[in-house]
């Protein structure tokens, strides 16, 4: 095993997460905010700043993930700011492994009420949302997923999984579920990763639940989780009939429906796509309901699949550009899947400090953060000769 200290730098997007991925085993974790302590990189300013964490250190032998001993500026004089040590309870460092996350605390649920959001692309259309309202403060932010099960009036949520695409309060959070009719009720949530970290089952492309589907030529599909597909990708559905959509299968030869995205929109929110496919006779996804009511449970989600890449040049009757040759005139990568597990380091956003309920160490400004990393590589050299007895 060999020890290496690694050292690099990023620019965060403001209020966002970030991150950063290491193969290796990560001991020891730090960062320094430089624009925030004066220092100019690059073309981004430094500006000494009052009141902003500017260092933290993590080692997952003894600190708890989520967490970090930060250096907060004080007040400002002149060109020189007072340091306070401290610690930084949430939205801190946590040192990530897809094939094995971490276990976040299980939040109860008080009720839920619909609500709607708007989005412009791929398509201008209405989506409806639930306002999740839970009993204690959950520290959920934009991005996160989260898992919703044990709702004991609306037991058709359960166990599926959801991306926060808006925070309220400190005790309500939004996400792109279609609770139209359902009856609210007590439950339980629980954070499962965010939208920057790689997911559990460590493949992609992954299914992903649907949310929304509109009967409309091209089709959009929207999706309760960030889909992650491009513009070429092949895919098909897993659609019970309750969900009342049977032309997205195929009753005749038993194959599955296979459609072309020709439009995506993968930001937190939207999650929306568009596919190659003419929807203005298929059946309303979900009747009346764009979840079918809790009656009608069990049933397995309705699930759209990534199957792989395909030819979108047939496709001009949707306004798609024909691609360059060669490979958007061929199947390629028909049903392939890859490796996407990977470690790394997650680091959390707040407003910059170590406010109780809003801190966190990316803040609200687009700064250039210095980090270095202790890490181990184990390596087992090809030139020893083993005998075995």
């Not at 624009?35 to 250190?57: D, K, M, N, P, Q």
């Not at 439009?263 to 596919?275: C, D, E, F, P, R």
């Not at 040759?325 to 390629?332: G, I, R, S, T, W």
Request: glycine share 10%.
């Amino acid at each position: 095993m060999s020890t290496q200290v690694c050292t690099g730098s990023f620019t965060n997007v403001a209020s966002s997460p970030y991150f950063l991925p290491l193969e290796q085993y990560v001991t020891e974790f730090r960062l320094k905010n430089l624009t925030r302590s004066g220092v100019t990189v690059g073309s981004v300013a430094g500006a000494l700043t009052s009141t902003r964490i500017v260092e933290a250190f993590f080692n997952q032998a003894y600190q708890n993930n989520g967490t970090a001993q930060i250096v907060q500026t004080g007040t400002v004089s002149g060109n020189l700011a007072p340091m306070n040590i401290g610690n930084l309870a949430q939205n801190g460092i946590t040192i990530y492994n897809s094939f094995s996350p971490p276990v976040y605390a299980v939040i109860a649920i008080a009720s839920f009420t619909q609500g709607t959001t708007t989005i412009t692309s791929p398509a201008a259309l209405t989506l409806n949302t639930t306002v999740f309202t839970t009993s204690t403060a959950h520290g959920y932010q934009v991005g996160d997923t989260v898992r919703i099960y044990g709702l004991t009036s609306a037991p058709q949520f359960s166990g599926l999984s959801m991306t926060v695409i808006a925070v309220g309060s400190t005790t309500t959070f939004t996400t792109l579920l279609d609770s139209v009719g359902a009856t609210t009720s007590v439950g339980s949530v629980v954070k499962t990763g965010n939208f920057l970290i790689p997911t559990k089952s460590g493949t992609y492309p992954e299914y992903r639940v649907i949310a929304a589907i509109t009967n409309t030529s091209p089709m959009n599909v929207t999706t309760l989780v960030q889909q992650n597909y491009a513009v070429g990708d092949v895919v098909t559905f897993d659609i019970p009939s309750v969900f009342g959509i049977p032309q997205l299968t195929n009753p005749y030869s038993g194959l599955p429906f296979q459609a072309t995205v020709i439009a995506v929109n993968n930001a937190v929110g939207a999650q929306t796509i568009s596919l190659a496919v003419n929807a203005t006779g298929f059946g309303v996804f979900g009747g009346t309901n764009g979840w079918v009511a809790s009656t009608a449970y069990p049933f397995t989600p309705p699930y759209m699949v990534n199957q792989g890449e395909g030819n979108i040049n047939n496709y001009q009757s949707f306004g798609v550009v024909p691609a360059p040759l060669p490979y958007a005139n061929q199947d390629v990568l028909s049903f392939a899947k890859q490796c996407n597990g990977a470690r790394g380091v997650y680091i959390g956003a707040g407003d910059g400090t170590n406010a109780t309920t809003t801190g966190g160490i990316i803040g609200a400004t687009v700064d250039v953060w210095e980090w270095s990393a202790v890490t181990a590589l184990q390596e087992f050299p090809s030139n020893i000769s083993v005998n075995y007895v």
